[in-house]
C-alpha cells in the first residue's frame, strides 16, 4: 500500500479506530513518563512513583510527582494531531473511534468524544473508598494528598504498575477496532499490551492498519501502510490537507 492508496481506505472508510500513544502529545511539550524523571524524581524507578506499593508506601511522595505532571498538563495545548483527529470524528460520526494511552486530556479538550483513555486522566483523581472520578483543584488551591467531597482521600486516576485497564474501556476499544475499516496508529511504540494488540484485532477481521510514527515500532512488519512523519504532520498528509 502507498500513500494515495492509504488516503482513498481513510476516506472511504465508514469505520475509523484511532489509537494514539505519547508522540502525539509530545508535540505539545508533554514529556513521557519517564522524560518526564528529571530533576529530583531522576533517581526513581517508575515502579517507585507509579504502583499501588509505592502509593501504599508513600502517597505523598506519589502525590508530589503526580502533581507536577498535573501543572505540565494543564500549561499544555491540543496540536493539530489532536484537532486533526477530533476533526475526522466529525466527518465519520458514529463510525469512529479514539483510544488513547496518553493521561493528559489533551483529545477531549480539541474536541474528541467519542473516545476512551485506557490508562485513565491526570486531571482527575479517585475516592479511594467509593471509587467515584473527581476533577482536581486548580494547581494554586490543590493539597496533596486531595480528599474527595465525601471527605475520603483520593488516589490519581491512572492506571499504575501492576493493575490492569478499565474493563469497559478496553472492551469498547477491543470491539471497535475488530470492527473497523481502518485503523490508525499514531505515536506509539507499540510495547505495552493489551493496548498494542488493538490493532492485530483490525488485521485479523480483514481490515487496513496504517501506522503514523516517525520512527519504526514493533509493530511496523505488520501494518499495511506506515508513515514516517510525526503525528500532526502523518495525520495532514493522510487527510490531504
Do not use: C
Not at 472508510?13 to 522524560?35: Q, Y
Not at 526513581?44 to 507536577?68: I, T
Not at 486531571?123 to 472520578?133: F, H, N, P, Q, V
Amino acid at each position: 500500500m502507498n500513500l494515495t492508496e492509504a488516503r482513498a481506505a481513510l476516506r472511504n472508510a465508514k469505520k475509523v479506530a484511532v489509537l494514539t500513544g505519547a508522540g502525539i502529545s509530545a508535540e505539545s511539550g508533554i514529556p513521557t513518563f519517564r522524560d518526564a524523571q528529571t530533576g529530583h524524581w531522576a533517581r526513581f524507578r517508575p515502579e517507585d512513583l507509579a504502583s499501588p506499593p509505592a502509593y501504599a508506601r508513600d502517597p505523598e511522595m506519589v502525590w508530589e510527582w503526580y502533581a507536577g505532571r498535573y501543572r505540565d498538563v494543564l500549561r499544555a495545548e491540543p496540536n493539530d494531531g489532536h484537532r486533526l483527529l477530533a476533526r475526522l470524528e466529525q466527518e465519520k460520526g458514529d463510525g469512529f473511534f479514539l483510544a488513547t494511552q496518553n493521561v493528559d486530556g489533551l483529545h477531549a479538550r480539541a474536541g474528541s468524544k467519542r473516545l476512551v483513555e485506557l490508562h485513565g486522566n491526570l486531571l482527575s483523581a479517585r475516592d479511594e473508598k467509593t471509587g467515584e472520578i473527581f476533577l482536581l483543584a486548580t494547581p494554586d488551591e490543590l493539597v496533596t494528598p486531595p480528599t474527595s467531597p465525601n471527605g475520603n482521600r483520593m488516589r490519581p486516576n491512572v492506571v499504575w504498575f501492576g493493575e490492569f485497564l478499565p474493563e469497559d474501556a478496553l472492551e469498547a476499544a477491543q470491539d471497535a477496532f475488530a470492527a473497523a475499516d481502518v485503523a490508525l496508529v499514531i505515536g506509539t511504540s507499540g510495547v505495552v499490551y493489551p493496548a498494542a494488540g488493538l490493532a492485530l484485532e483490525t488485521l485479523r477481521r480483514g481490515g487496513t492498519v496504517i501506522e503514523v510514527n516517525p520512527d519504526e515500532t514493533e509493530l511496523t512488519p505488520y501494518m499495511s501502510f506506515s508513515l514516517r512523519e510525526k503525528a500532526s504532520l502523518g495525520l495532514a498528509e493522510l487527510l490531504g490537507d
